[in-house]
């Protein structure tokens, strides 16, 4: 099942996003966030805690499945993954503008990754793309934004 999959993904999935979880199971039950926290059985606190907050996360995730649209939670997940892969790729280029030693290698990223680049909304973000393609003289094709 598509929850099974989704929910060992937890740990990755940030606060806000759980937050956002919780609220819309609220939303539909027409209940509070406090509510919800209580039938869960966790405190809001737990999910701040680095050793239980994991657990909480893969909790809140499994009742979002069972409370709401499957598809609804599985776009939600998906575009906080799509996310933090893309600012992953990012923190790899900045990482890497300063020092380019292996340019397959980045060119690689931007060749594989072109459109999720393309798709930055971040001005800070979008100026680290730009400076990275200049230093490799990539053409729009490869992934220049």
Not at 33 to 41: A, M, S
Not at 48 to 73: C, M, N, W
Not at 103 to 115: G, H, K, L, S, W
Not at 117 to 143: C, P
Request: net charge negative; proline share 1%.
């Amino acid at each position: 099942m598509i929850e099974d999959l989704l929910t060992g993904y937890a740990e990755f999935v940030d606060i806000g996003t759980i937050n956002y979880l919780i609220t819309l199971m609220g939303e539909k039950e027409g209940k509070s966030k406090r509510e919800i926290f209580k039938e869960l059985g966790i405190s809001r606190g737990a999910l701040y805690q680095p050793h239980v907050g994991d657990e909480v996360k893969r909790k809140v995730i499994e009742e979002a499945f069972k409370r709401l649209d499957s598809g609804t939670i599985t776009k939600i997940l998906y575009g906080y993954m799509k996310n933090l892969f893309v600012n992953f790729l990012i923190d790899i280029l900045c990482a890497a503008g300063d020092e380019i030693n292996n340019t397959e290698f980045i060119r690689e990223i931007f060749t594989e990754n072109a459109d999720l680049l393309k798709s930055v909304r971040d001005i800070e973000r979008k100026k680290i793309i730009e400076i990275v393609a200049n230093k490799l003289n990539l053409t729009e094709k490869e992934g220049r934004s």
